[in-house]
């Protein structure tokens, strides 16, 4: 271990945290792995415990908190709104149509970026715009792989049902027309973060007229490979 940073209650809580890293641990546990006096183990934990920098698990030992994946998430904004702009570009020119990423922020969802049609129709949603999550496809695609509980009271008050999510799961992409809004088509496709989880949607969308009522067999391809650019480049990030 290194001298520390000469603060000595903040490079304790990071042993602890360090500590938590192998999984699971009692208290017992952590005193094991971190060398601290046991009172002064259990005093940390439950301070961390508070800033939900580290819960409980149903047997009640100490693990990693939530508040951990959404500082990461958080620093994983950057990069992927970096990566962004020229995959959505890139989707735009080959479909013809105005591109966006999508993130959920509580009951919403929020265009983080776009990129729109030079001409023509503006029939798409500026940077910053919240949108319900009860219609939509990027709605879809940002309910579909959420946690049984999360999904259930989602799919509450959605134009969409559970069977639908099924089959988005199924196929990876997802489809809508006319959902949100009369005479606007859309298809949408998940972006994962390195460990899996979908952290937001991209999309295409236009009128009916073009996209047609089936538009996921137009453009489904190209908007699938713009979500698997954004995933492959947050990977690379986190493995620099």
């Known amino acids: 271990m290194d001298n520390g940073s000469g603060v000595g209650v903040l490079d304790k ?13 009692t208290l017992a546990g952590l005193v094991a792995g971190t060398g601290l006096a046991r009172p002064t183990a259990h005093r940390l934990a439950v301070a961390l415990e508070h800033h939900r920098l580290v819960a409980r698990d149903m047997q009640g030992r100490f693990v990693l908190g939530p508040r951990l994946a959404e500082l990461s998430a958080a620093a994983g904004e950057d990069r992927l709104l970096a990566a962004a702009g020229p ?40 940077v910053g715009s919240q ?7 990027a709605a879809q695609i940002l309910l ?73 067999r137009m453009h489904a391809p190209a908007v699938l490979a713009a979500a698997d650019r954004l995933s492959e480049s947050l990977r690379r990030a986190a493995a620099d």
């Open 144 to 216: 579909a792989w959420e946690d049984p509980e999360r999904m259930h009271r989602g799919l509450q008050n959605a134009a969409f049902s559970a069977t639908a999510l099924s089959g988005i799961r199924r196929r990876g992409w997802s489809q809508s027309v006319g959902e949100r809004e009369q005479g606007v088509a859309s298809v949408s496709a998940p972006v994962r973060s390195p460990g899996g989880k979908v952290i937001a949607a991209v999309s295409v969308s236009g009128p009916l007229e073009r996209l047609s009522r089936q538009p996921g």
């Open 13 to 25: 809580a990071a042993l602890v945290l360090a500590a938590l890293e192998a999984g699971p641990a």
């Open 87 to 126: 995959v959505l570009a890139r989707l735009r020119d080959i479909t013809g149509e105005s591109a966006q990423l999508w993130r959920r922020q509580g009951e919403h969802r929020v265009c983080v970026a776009a990129a729109e049609r030079p001409s023509g129709l503006r029939d798409t949603i500026p």
């Open 131 to 137: 949108l319900t999550m009860n219609a939509g496809s």
